[in-house]
């Protein structure tokens, strides 16, 4: 890898932040009996490194991994018999840089990332190290022996053909190809309108299926390197996504989703989705199943490389009809007749993390069944009930992938105190890790507190689920300063040990600082969250239609109002993006209820948001929509705002526009309200560089330490 120069020195940031703090608050710090109850640092707790990407190899019994250790991310590998990890790549900087979309060669022998790049929005590569020669986005290789990394091309969204002869990918929204080995020139395949997305090589190497992508409507296409064709399978108005390949090469399964215009909100019933499989010689596609009228109408997927899973002459899908992500399976007549799905998943849980096993008979699945604030692993047959779990207890377990020989599951879990870690099951037997020398000696699992599960009555009686940190060393008749967290998404769920998103790990990690700091932490699952139902998630007049999680944010200052460990006058919030907007909120609304705040690239005006989402949304056309959006958000509450607040903003951030940031500081400035300010130039939403969630950190426990307990 070389080594550019001209970096900020971003590891001083926190240093240059308080010596510019837009405005100056000198407040002593807690008396020293407090500091000293600090057990651990905030650079231990967010030590240790953050598995993802794991990926299973198509012979061998390998599984890969990568692992982001303080910002210096690398892909690991583990083989049969012993699966000991060991480490393949070298990278060595927290320099801003993802990893993404690994996979293995068909031969096992080596895997393809893709390094650099915005993985979230797909924009403009993001350089938040802020070299000079600005960053790239490239497709490396390297062997599961390890060595030298060997650079590809620029691109991303790298298909190796089952050939193992080339790798067809994506630069500037067109379809490339170049040859494994090298050699020979990279060649844009094909030149058509539209985004490609999806690629996906048939089983027989000999055609490539895509998304073509064109604003309010997509279509499934098929290119044949050998003949240069090009066809479009059963074009229609509608989005078609996610092709699947049948096991003969010969038809292509995918979904159909109705085009709508709908404005940001609750999406209960719509349009029913439908499943449709096309002939790929001739193009023709004909209707296999669609989804009934009400619940399920509208498409909610699944976290999987495929939506859609071929298991022999059956199709895998999920299906929202009983208000619960399950998994259904149809199977395929090959007639025009409209099969009846089977549940292969009945009950009031949501199925998240799913697989098939090598011989598509099987799946693997993480569900919340029967634990709700955590996952597990299951393993079923396609063709019948009876799910047989695979884990259990009081860990967290998600991500399984199943080895080549059919013998191991591999998984990521976590625990209430042991961070998020690669593992494996062999033959049923009991899980061990794969990495275990990869967790710093120094990391505090022994001092974490174990959350709490509690139920909170929002301001308008719903029931809403949280996890409660309590500081070890309370004692009897004390009041803490107490602080209320909000996830972002908002379609996420804070579970009750360490996250399997790497965000929410960095916000576990936090909320166990600030309890080890003396704060009463309470992490709030706040409705339009998942985990919970659809009839939760898709709640009424939430977020740009009525805010009505603000009931949910009086609802847990109150429910800390009312307990006798937690001084009433001392309560605050801190959260982003979406926990962002209800920290806003709260601080606009109910300051007189809350404190103080920590607003991490919060939305403060949605009408100024929608957009980034749905392109088609115009304020000036959509007025009434408009008016209930602004009236949702903090800018118009902002003249009742009187808590201050930490707002923290990268200005490269593409989820949340920087000027959401720009505009609350000076609605602020004119009530002369006290805000501080952290901004990292260059930087995400969801920061690239461990440094800066250090920097971010390290400034929240400083205000909130000043602010709530003075």
């Given at each position: 890898m070389s080594r550019r120069t001209g970096g900020t020195p971003?590891?001083?940031?926190?240093?240059?932040?308080?010596?510019?703090?837009?405005?100056?608050?000198?407040?002593?710090?807690?008396?020293?009996?407090?500091?000293?109850?600090?057990?651990?640092?905030?650079?231990?707790?967010?030590?240790?490194?953050?598995?993802?990407?794991?990926?299973?190899?198509?012979?061998?019994?390998?599984?890969?991994?990568?692992?982001?250790?303080?910002?210096?991310?690398?892909?690991?590998?583990?083989?049969?018999?012993?699966?000991?990890?060991?480490?393949?790549?070298?990278?060595?900087?927290?320099?801003?840089?993802?990893?993404?979309?690994?996979?293995?060669?068909?031969?096992?022998?080596?895997?393809?990332?893709?390094?650099?790049?915005?993985?979230?929005?797909?924009?403009?590569?993001?350089?938040?190290?802020?070299?000079?020669?600005?960053?790239?986005?490239?497709?490396?290789?390297?062997?599961?022996?390890?060595?030298?990394?060997?650079?590809?091309?620029?691109?991303?969204?790298?298909?190796?053909?089952?050939?193992?002869?080339?790798?067809?990918?994506?630069?500037?929204?067109?379809?490339?190809?170049?040859?494994?080995?090298?050699?020979?020139?990279?060649?844009?395949?094909?030149?058509?309108?539209?985004?490609?997305?999806?690629?996906?090589?048939?089983?027989?190497?000999?055609?490539?299926?895509?998304?073509?992508?064109?604003?309010?409507?997509?279509?499934?296409?098929v290119f044949e390197p050998s003949s240069n064709a090009l066809r479009y399978l059963d074009p229609g108005v509608d989005r078609d996504l996610e092709p699947v390949w049948s096991a003969d090469s010969q038809k292509v399964a995918f979904i159909r989703a109705p085009a709508s215009y709908v404005t940001f909100g609750r999406q209960r019933t719509g349009e029913p989705w439908s499943i449709r499989i096309a002939d790929v010689k001739t193009g023709r596609g004909q209707l296999v199943w669609k989804a009934e009228q009400g619940r399920g109408s509208v498409f909610h997927g699944i976290v999987a490389r495929d939506q859609l899973m071929w298991a022999g002459k059956r199709l895998v899908f999920p299906w929202e009809r009983s208000g619960w992500v399950h998994l259904y399976s149809l199977e395929v007549t090959g007639a025009s007749t409209l099969g009846t799905p089977l549940d292969l998943t009945p009950g009031e849980f949501e199925v998240e993390h799913v697989t098939l096993t090598p011989t598509g008979r099987e799946l693997v699945y993480s569900s919340n069944q029967a634990d709700?604030?955590?996952?597990?692993?299951?393993?079923?047959?396609?063709?019948?009930?009876?799910?047989?779990?695979?884990?259990?207890?009081?860990?967290?377990?998600?991500?399984?992938?199943?080895?080549?020989?059919?013998?191991?599951?591999?998984?990521?879990?976590?625990?209430?105190?042991?961070?998020?870690?690669?593992?494996?099951?062999?033959?049923?037997?009991?899980?061990?890790?794969?990495?275990?020398?990869?967790?710093?000696?120094?990391?505090?699992?022994?001092?974490?507190?174990?959350?709490?599960?509690?139920?909170?009555?929002?301001?308008?009686?719903?029931?809403?689920?949280?996890?409660?940190?309590?500081?070890?060393?309370?004692?009897?008749?004390?009041?803490?300063?107490?602080?209320?967290?909000?996830?972002g998404g908002s379609r996420r769920q804070m579970l009750l040990g360490w996250h399997y998103m790497y965000y929410y790990n960095n916000a576990y990690a936090m909320n166990q600082y600030l309890a080890s700091r003396g704060f009463i932490v309470l992490s709030v699952n706040y409705r339009s969250g998942i985990g919970y139902g659809l009839d939760f998630r898709e709640a009424l007049n939430y977020g740009a239609r009525g805010a009505s999680e603000f009931n949910d944010v009086v609802g847990a200052g109150l429910y800390l109002r009312g307990r006798p460990d937690v001084n009433p006058a001392r309560i605050g919030l801190w959260g982003g993006s979406y926990g962002g907007y209800l920290t806003a909120l709260g601080l606009a609304r109910a300051s007189d209820l809350f404190a103080a705040g920590v607003d991490f690239h919060g939305v403060h005006d949605w009408n100024e948001v929608i957009g980034n989402f749905t392109p088609s949304y115009d304020p000036q056309k959509q007025q009434d929509d408009a008016r209930i959006a602004f009236e949702s958000s903090p800018m118009a509450a902002v003249k009742q705002w009187r808590s201050p607040v930490l707002l923290i903003h990268g200005d490269d951030d593409r989820n949340v526009p920087f000027t959401e940031t720009v505009m609350l500081v000076e609605a602020l400035r004119k009530q002369n309200v006290q805000f501080e300010e952290l901004i990292f130039p260059d930087e995400v939403h969801d920061f690239l560089m461990h440094a800066h969630w250090l920097a971010a950190y390290h400034a929240s426990e400083d205000f909130l330490k000043r602010h709530l307990m003075k």
């Open positions: 971003v590891l001083q940031v926190y240093n240059l932040y308080m010596s510019i703090r837009s405005v100056t608050v000198l407040v002593p710090l807690i008396a020293g009996s407090l500091a000293a109850q600090q057990s651990f640092t905030l650079e231990q707790v967010t030590g240790a490194p953050f598995p993802d990407n794991l990926v299973a190899s198509p012979t061998g019994g390998k599984v890969g991994w990568q692992l982001n250790a303080r910002g210096a991310r690398n892909l690991w590998v583990a083989a049969p018999p012993d699966y000991r990890g060991r480490q393949v790549t070298s990278y060595t900087e927290d320099d801003g840089q993802a990893i993404d979309q690994v996979q293995w060669t068909p031969d096992g022998q080596s895997l393809i990332y893709v390094r650099g790049g915005d993985f979230d929005m797909g924009r403009d590569i993001p350089n938040p190290r802020s070299y000079i020669a600005g960053a790239e986005q490239v497709i490396w290789m390297v062997s599961s022996e390890g060595g030298a990394a060997r650079r590809l091309v620029e691109g991303h969204s790298p298909a190796v053909s089952p050939k193992g002869d080339r790798v067809a990918f994506i630069q500037k929204d067109q379809i490339w190809m170049a040859a494994l080995e090298g050699g020979e020139k990279p060649t844009q395949a094909v030149h058509a309108r539209g985004k490609a997305e999806s690629l996906r090589w048939s089983p027989d190497g000999t055609k490539l299926a895509f998304v073509s992508s064109r604003g309010d409507h997509s279509f499934i296409g709700i604030d955590r996952r597990h692993l299951w393993k079923i047959a396609a063709d019948h009930l009876g799910a047989t779990p695979i884990t259990s207890g009081e860990g967290i377990e998600w991500s399984p992938v199943v080895t080549s020989d059919g013998k191991a599951i591999a998984f990521l879990r976590s625990g209430a105190q042991q961070p998020a870690r690669p593992a494996i099951t062999v033959e049923s037997a009991a899980p061990k890790d794969l990495a275990p020398d990869a967790i710093p000696a120094d990391f505090p699992a022994d001092k974490l507190v174990m959350p709490q599960a509690v139920m909170i009555s929002a301001a308008d009686g719903m029931q809403i689920h949280g996890q409660l940190f309590v500081p070890v060393t309370m004692r009897a008749g004390e009041r803490r300063p107490a602080v209320v967290f909000f996830h």
